[in-house]
């Protein structure tokens, strides 16, 4: 079984989508995938669909949106390429003590692969090799088609997977971008800073990269702007100074020393990462 989630929900067995279109199943299917190979319990699915407020049939309910599932694997499964498929419908979306588990068997998962190939990348800016960690970090950022489960209505639960995605995507974009900076990449850049610091308007540490990769560029001035209005949306809207890192980058540009710059951006580790 092969699962897409950093975009829209794709599900395939066989090729064949086995992805739902009515939104409750569609919901089911979304959490089983993201917890893929793990027991997801029904009190989870449950809340899931229906929050606090589950009806008197719930149980009941979400028996039927598993059964839909299965009859869509069972028609995959037919599909097989290599004749009738050893593997049942109950063999992949399997009834487990408290809940349910979508079994992968040797297939794919976008999620798993974005998180190894970061996990690469991570250790490879650990380890100082800064090609090795952009090519990495890249490749797994270039999975991301859209937001994770763009087209699924999303409960508490997804809601909350959601985030945690998220979070795990501005980590290594981070990362990619400081690699980047450190192997003198700072003009390609400016294009993607600059849709960025739009879109994360309080992310501190994304401004720190523009104001860097502008300073490097020869764009001292606006460098200081990028500054000034990140510091007054700070103000404005959480009541915050900018960090004392920040202020630091802010006081090198003024004295125009690009090397300490550089230092400023490497080591300080108090990550300026207010998110907005």
Request: with cysteine; net charge neutral.
């Amino acid at each position: 079984m092969d699962i897409e989630l950093l975009g829209t929900l794709a599900v395939t067995e066989n090729e064949v989508s086995v992805t739902p279109r009515a939104p409750k199943p569609r919901q089911v299917l979304a959490l089983l995938a993201l917890r893929a190979d793990q027991v997801v319990p029904v009190a989870s699915l449950i809340e899931e669909l229906w929050g606090d407020c589950p009806p008197r049939s719930a149980r009941t309910t979400l028996q039927t949106y598993v059964l839909q599932l299965r009859e869509m694997i069972a028609a995959a499964l037919r599909k097989d390429p290599q004749g009738a498929s050893a593997r049942t419908p109950k063999d992949v979306l399997a009834t487990a003590p408290g809940g349910y588990v979508l079994h992968t068997f040797d297939g794919s998962s976008d999620v798993r692969e974005f998180d190894r190939l970061a996990g690469l990348g991570y250790r490879a800016m650990d380890g100082g090799d800064f090609p090795r960690a952009a090519r990495e970090l890249g490749d797994a950022l270039a999975l991301w088609t859209g937001s994770a489960l763009a087209d699924v209505q999303a409960g508490p639960q997804l809601e909350m997977e959601s985030r945690r995605l998220e979070e795990s995507r501005l980590c290594a974009l981070d990362q990619r971008i400081e690699a980047d900076l450190r192997l003198g990449r700072h003009r390609e850049l400016l294009g993607e800073l600059t849709v960025l610091v739009s879109r994360y308007r309080t992310h501190e540490n994304l401004h720190a990269q523009f104001m860097l990769a502008l300073h490097r560029s020869g764009r001292r001035s606006e460098a200081l702007d990028v500054y000034q209005r990140l510091r007054t949306t700070l103000v404005r809207d959480l009541g915050l100074e900018p960090s004392s890192g920040l202020r630091r980058l802010q006081r090198s540009i003024l004295m125009a020393n690009p090397e300490h710059t550089s230092e400023t951006l490497g080591t300080d580790r108090e990550r300026l990462t207010r998110v907005g």
